[in-house]
């Protein structure tokens, strides 16, 4: 599976990291799928409910929102982005065990290293994906 994201949209994650430290921000990844190519075209902020370093939830309400826009759009939810502000942007054991849907990516910036790592989360583990940044 590739991750294609525009480098513009990888600034917003950038920056909405930068703003929420040192909480963890998120958002999701609003997109299309083809073949094992996964086109991210719009980055949807959104409110760290949990209001933690470590941990994320997102806002289920904006959630909602956000899944029924991408379907008016006509387009898919193809993921998830969150911030690690003081680790690297592997996976902790709580993003493991926070995972909740399968077939989608889990984009993670490291706020600390300001690298981005992506994983598909196959229901049970996470898989590393290929970040293929475009303008």
Same mark, same amino acid.
């Given at each position: 599976?590739?991750?294609?994201?525009?480098?513009? $949209?990888?600034?917003?994650?950038?920056?909405? @990291? #930068? @703003?929420? +430290?040192?909480?963890?921000?998120? %958002?999701?990844?609003?997109? !299309?799928?083809?073949?094992?190519?996964?086109?991210?075209?719009?980055?949807?902020?959104?409110?760290?409910?949990?209001? +933690? +370093? =470590?941990?994320?939830? /997102? =806002?289920? #309400?904006?959630?909602?929102?956000? *899944?029924?826009?991408?379907? #008016?759009?006509?387009?898919?939810?193809? %993921?998830?982005?969150? @911030?690690?502000? &003081?680790?690297?942007?592997?996976?902790?054991?709580?993003?493991? @065990?926070?995972?909740?849907?399968?077939?989608?990516?889990?984009? /993670?910036? !490291?706020?600390?290293?300001?690298?981005?790592?992506? *994983?598909?989360?196959?229901?049970?583990? *996470? =898989? !590393?994906?290929?970040? $293929? #940044? &475009? =303008?």
């Amino acid at each position: 599976m590739v991750l294609r994201i525009k480098g513009k $949209e990888l600034e917003k994650i950038v920056a909405h @990291s #930068k @703003s929420e +430290s040192p909480l963890e921000a998120c %958002g999701i990844l609003i997109g !299309s799928k083809e073949g094992a190519t996964l086109t991210v075209k719009e980055v949807h902020k959104t409110r760290n409910i949990l209001k +933690s +370093s =470590d941990k994320y939830q /997102i =806002d289920p #309400k904006k959630q909602l929102e956000i *899944f029924l826009d991408a379907d #008016k759009k006509e387009l898919d939810v193809i %993921g998830f982005y969150h @911030s690690h502000p &003081f680790y690297n942007a592997d996976y902790s054991s709580t993003d493991l @065990s926070s995972a909740n849907y399968p077939n989608h990516l889990y984009l /993670i910036y !490291s706020i600390k290293d300001n690298e981005f790592k992506c *994983f598909l989360w196959n229901g049970e583990n *996470f =898989d !590393s994906e290929h970040i $293929e #940044k &475009f =303008d």
